[in-house]
């Protein structure tokens, strides 16, 4: 599922079109026009907490494409009276409704209230996710491509969405076995490490697909993922969550309109604003437009790993971050006034210029941009994390 921010720029691409010439010019709008849309991301989590983020959009003439909505209050309510509510305050409008997991035997709805206006979603039927067969991957000559399948017994949907959390582990330019610890050069321990990280991302396509013209509900190699060539995704270990949604076929028609719109741009013949019809609306003024398409589903995920050495042919990285990184050296005697005076030098590794001597005659070292790796990545593995299969 795409961010909040590419669902926002999507919307504003559909407006932007009804402006479009072949020379450029500042369109003149309504100042109505320019008045803020509620955009809600999230879903009712049938297995437990379910998690929203808010946003508005902002005039066209605005660097920012949304602002978040800092404070509201959010409740997920059932048909049997069940109700969980959230009031609180978020700098980054992501907002977290605490509750149990609940009954897939009765329908739910989301209510939210913002700025002295509420809006109310329309009753939603769950939907159970059938299980993710296999994730595979597939090399060709531009990347890695990801691709998932999955069979629906249940037959209960036909209609599915996707997305997914990739986390990698990378190393900075040159990796520091060596500490000066302020007294001496040393190695370092493993607790030390400052060169091996870890990043993550989370998927911002719309991911979806429909089984409905076909006579088995079953995707087959489904692509959701690549990886272009020279990734550091694929540096040393690589992780992918993917998380299934069985959808209705309203929310699928949602997804499908956002999706050929971003798909689109300059077409001035796909879909308008006025067909972007989500399930939410504001209580005391229908006509509102909001952007959300909010359903209730119990989701199925599996993750995957896999290193790069088994990767044929293989991987070559390049991280245009590194460039201009080089490797210096200072000789051992000369090592501990180096560093205590440069303390943005960091030594790497240990030279053996002296081939009749167990000792190491200079130390290797470079700047903090080219081997700390905690500016671009975190040190410490996920919990989730494991270098064995």
Known sequence: MRSMK???KIYLLILGLLFSCEEPYTPVYDPGDTAPILII???IDMSGDSRFKLAQTVPLNAIESTTPVKTAVLAVESENNQNYTLTGTSATGEY???HPALSMSTR???????AGKEYLSEWVTPYATSAITEIERERTDDGMELFVS????NDNSRYYRWEFEETWKFSAKYVSLLVFDGTEVRLRTPEENISMCFRQEKSSDILIATTEKLSDNVVSKQKIGFIPNLSEKLMYRYSILVKQYSLSKEAYLFWNILKKNSESVGDIFGSMPSELKGNMHNVANSSEPVIAMIEASLPSQKRIYFDSQNIRPPWPTYLPFYIGCESEKVTVGNAANLFRTN???I??????????SAYPTHYAY???RCTECSLRGFLNAPDFWTDND
């Open 96 to 98: 977290t409704i605490r």
């Open 343 to 345: 303390p943005g030098y």
């Open 41 to 43: 991301e999230g879903y």
């Open 6 to 8: 590419s669902v926002n």
């Open 108 to 114: 739910y709805r989301l209510r939210v209230k913002v």
């Open 366 to 368: 470079t700047i903090k």
């Open 347 to 356: 030594p790497t590794y240990e030279i053996f210029e002296n081939e009749a």
């Open 150 to 153: 999955t069979v629906n017994g």
